[in-house]
């Protein structure tokens, strides 16, 4: 009955752009593949690129999640939200399809010259990002979070945030994508508790892998993890590594302690224009990693926090 009701809010998708998705189902087309199966790049009639993620027979995800996904995203509208064009939900061929980012995710972008130039970089920071783009992103993704989180008809947790579900546009504008996990908040409740833990190693706070419990304050630890993991080019593997430099976090925390938290950042910041701003960037993911949801600053405070130093929100 809910879910009929859900179906219901589904905007119409001119059936011509659904049809059409289907020409671009083949390998020379593919972008990479999903957690519901592959994403493929296609053209509209009207010249405009898109990206139809099409659900697999043999999905991990599943029709539930690409379904979530679905009505999530197509109720939402903000400029740091991947746009939902099109979808077909029902019939025999299940796909979504978005407009087409073209510089891929932001994982490849924080890591992936650290990936190559492993050898000679050791465990120093390389991104292709300059400092300007770097701020840019974050406060974008800080945008869309606020929106989701903010807005009283949403109220959405993303639940799901990393560095892959990050997409950029052709201006390297941040794009939150992937809802297939996302919950919605309704009255007045503004917690819960799942006994299926799924998500991402590195990103999920305490309380939810160790109890299943989430809120928009699971959303904000990511949100910490993904600051960190921007500013210092390095990847956060999760809190039982046992080698601290290969656990951004504690990495992070002790370095704080130590009041020498910019080694965990390229050693040419030092002395540059962008130390001070950098430093109180690590310094809020900080605040948004603490161990007790209740201590985290919520996406409000956040942004705000961010502004009255580094103008970080508009
Ligand atoms: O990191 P990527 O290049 O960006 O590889 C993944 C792959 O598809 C599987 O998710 C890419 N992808 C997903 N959605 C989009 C989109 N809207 N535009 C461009 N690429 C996309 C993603």
Redesign the pocket.
Known sequence: NNSKDQESDLPMFAFNVVAHATNFFSPANK????GFGP?YKGVLDDGQEI?V?RLSKDSKQGVEEFKNEALFIAKLQHRNL?KLIGCCIEAEEQMLI?????N??L??FIFAVAYQLKICTDQRSSSLLDWPQRFEIIKGIARGLLYLHQDSRLRIVHRDLKA?NI?LDSKMNAKI?DFGMARSFDGCEDEAKTKRVVGTYGYMPPEYTVDGLFSVKSDVFSFGVLVLEIVSGKRNRGFNHPDHHHNLLGHAWMLFKEGTTLEIVDPLLRNSSYEQQVQRSIHIALLCVQQHPDDRPSMPLVTVMFSSDCELTE
Not at 31 to 34: A, C, D, F, P, R
Not at 98 to 102: C, I
């Open positions: 972008l990479g593949e999903g994403v990206a993620k991947v978005y407009e087409y980012m073209p891929k995710s994982d490849y892959s997409l994508s």
